[in-house]
């Protein structure tokens, strides 16, 4: 994925039932692109680029210049367990023109079924 006009980005991850999120990794781009800032929301309905401005996130994550994905950025569990999606809001990045997440990867585990 690549931010279209500057260097924010907002990702929202519906799931297919109710989960317990645990980790996250991110693979960002090179040469500058990778992002820096990582917001996270939890079971919000309505998403739009704003939220990353307008609405205090659940956690915010300080992030490195990883290109490989390879390291887990733990999330406090008593905040993000029960969650039916996560808005991911990506902030500025090293330098770069635009901001590129090239995978995101979520560690975590089934809790029950949607109704």
Avoid: W
Wanted: with cysteine.
């Amino acid at each position: 994925m690549k931010a279209d006009l500057d260097t924010d980005m907002v990702v929202k991850i519906q799931f297919n039932s109710e989960v317990k999120v645990k980790a996250i990794k991110v693979a960002g781009g090179a040469d500058g692109t990778s992002p820096n800032k990582l917001r996270v929301y939890k079971n919000e309905e309505v998403v739009d680029f704003d939220i990353i401005q307008d609405k205090k996130p659940l956690h915010e994550i300080s992030l490195a210049e990883d290109c490989l994905g390879e390291l887990d950025y733990p999330l406090p569990l008593n905040k993000f367990s029960n969650c039916n999606n996560l808005v991911l809001g990506f902030v500025g990045n090293f330098g770069g023109d635009t901001t590129v997440v090239n995978f995101i990867g979520l560690k975590g585990q089934f809790m029950r079924d949607k109704f």
